[in-house]
């Protein structure tokens, strides 16, 4: 079974930076869109970032836009997300997903996830 594997999360100041990166454990059939949520303790798991297979479709949440970029390695079959500028309110467990089975990206309906990786952004 296909699993998406994230790292890069960890403990950052605010305003500082820092690089996700996902890769699958396996094949990905398909030319798959791919995307990144975020889910904060006691909250829902929402919308952070999206990317066509081709790259040249982007979609962000309002709240991460011109701070978070999201970009991918289709020899590889992997998708970063670099984040800028970090906020307190951006804490969370970051979660990667391939294959959206929905035509709004946004949603959480996707075919792969991620066990996802912890950013904790401090004062």
């Known amino acids: 079974q296909v699993q998406l594997v994230e790292s890069g999360g960890g403990l950052v100041r605010t305003g500082g930076s820092r690089r996700l990166s996902c890769a699958p454990s396996g094949g990905i059939g398909g030319h798959v869109a791919m995307a990144w949520f975020r889910q904060a303790p006691g909250k829902e798991r929402v919308f952070v970032a999206a990317?066509?297979?081709?790259?040249?479709?982007?979609l962000y949440a309002d709240s991460v836009k011109g701070r978070f970029t999201v970009s991918r390695d289709n020899t590889k079959n992997t998708v970063d997300l670099q984040m800028n500028s970090l906020k307190p309110e951006d804490s969370a467990a970051y979660y990667c997903?391939?294959?959206?089975?929905?035509?709004?990206?946004?949603?959480?309906?996707?075919?792969?996830w991620g066990q996802g990786t912890q950013v904790t952004v401090i004062s």
């Open positions: 990317i066509s297979f081709r790259g040249d479709v982007t």
């Open positions: 997903a391939a294959g959206p089975r929905s035509g709004d990206w946004g949603l959480p309906v996707y075919n792969y």
